[in-house]
């Protein structure tokens, strides 16, 4: 395991941060990671892999991720696609029960303002 420091971004369960997606790129800071800073007011911390489901859920409630937007580099979801979420709107289909499956060794700490950690691992893909 790589020595933390402060700088060190965490994951949920408080270890180093794992990537999310590098195809298609990821995270506020388009870096592959769910990691937040004090400009990212959405919280873009939780690593989900979208479902189509989750994508309809999303799109009705004026967020589409499916469509591409190319003007800013922006290449649409499709199902399987890994992709740093908003917390609250994982929250949200969370309580509408459409979230999608969540990556938690690669969802920033800072989802935890908004998500609960048992909540979380209920739907997480990566915990044995």
Same mark, same amino acid.
């Given at each position: *395991?790589?020595? *933390? ?19 298609? &790129? ?5 870096? =592959?990671?769910?990691?937040?800073? @004090?400009?990212? &007011?959405?919280?873009?911390? &939780?690593?989900? &892999? *979208?479902?189509? #489901?989750?994508? !309809?859920?999303? +799109?009705? +409630?004026?967020?589409? $991720?499916?469509? @591409? ?6 290449? =649409?979801?499709?199902? =399987? ?7 609250? +709107?994982?929250?949200?289909?969370? #309580? ?11 969802? =920033?700490? !800072?989802? $935890?303002?908004?998500? #609960?950690?048992?909540?979380?691992? +209920?739907? !997480?893909?990566?915990?044995?």
């Amino acid at each position: *395991m790589p020595a *933390m420091d402060k700088t060190t971004p965490l994951n949920v369960l408080g270890e180093p941060l794992q990537s999310c997606s590098a195809d298609p &790129v990821t995270g506020f800071y388009r870096d =592959g990671f769910c990691r937040c800073g @004090p400009d990212d &007011v959405g919280v873009h911390a &939780v690593c989900v &892999v *979208m479902t189509n #489901e989750f994508l !309809a859920f999303s +799109r009705e +409630r004026g967020n589409d $991720l499916s469509t @591409p937007m190319p003007a800013f580099g922006f290449p =649409g979801l499709r199902a =399987g696609d890994s992709w740093c979420l908003c917390a609250t +709107r994982w929250q949200e289909a969370y #309580e509408a029960g459409c979230p999608p499956r969540v990556r938690i060794q690669a969802t =920033g700490e !800072a989802a $935890l303002e908004h998500c #609960e950690l048992g909540a979380l691992k +209920r739907y !997480a893909v990566d915990l044995s």
